[in-house]
């Protein structure tokens, strides 16, 4: 229920930062940006953009992990701004920050006024990966697969093994 809210949010995020128009800022530099992104994220294959959900995820889980450990929130502060920067360099997919950036692309791609076109020296011909078909198959279906990989697998069920089935052992030596 959370992913299905988490959608909407981003989804409509998107078409109330569309209707805002602040894509034309920069003479059209931000809508650009938000295009390329989009069409680049619309345009991986399924196995590229499922181990990128896999990453992802182990490392935004890792910094869940981390916060618990810390004591302050200084501490918690610093752990997940530490843990950014490598989710954003790396250009990782998640699936629901992929809700809002490729709806975005898709929403300037259909409705952007022919002078934004004019702007940017693009057509919407230039974005051909970007299609609703990609986004929802190509890319967040592959990218939600990963994200739960990567935080259920690669990160639970390892912290699941190395302390629960620790604590079942010392558990079974006392009754022992």
Request: glycine share 8%.
């Amino acid at each position: 229920m959370a992913f299905v809210g988490n959608c909407v949010g981003a989804f409509v995020t998107a078409g109330l930062m569309f209707c805002t128009t602040q894509y034309t800022f920069g003479a059209g530099s931000v809508g650009l940006a938000a295009l390329t992104t989009a069409n680049t994220k619309a345009s991986l294959a399924f196995v590229p953009a499922l181990t990128l959900g896999i990453m992802c995820n182990a490392l935004v889980c890792l910094a869940v992990w981390m916060c618990y450990g810390a004591r302050t929130t200084i501490d918690r502060v610093v752990t997940v701004v530490r843990r950014s920067p490598p989710l954003l360099r790396r250009a990782f997919e998640h699936s629901i920050a992929n809700v809002y950036f490729i709806p975005m692309g898709l929403f300037i791609k259909a409705a952007a006024p022919d002078s934004f076109w004019t702007s940017i020296g693009k057509t919407r011909a230039d974005f051909s990966a970007l299609t609703w078909e990609n986004f929802l198959v190509g890319n967040l279906l592959p990218v939600t697969i990963g994200n739960i990989i990567g935080g259920s697998v690669m990160v639970a069920a390892v912290y699941w093994f190395v302390y629960l089935r620790h604590d079942q052992r010392r558990c079974l030596e006392r009754q022992g």
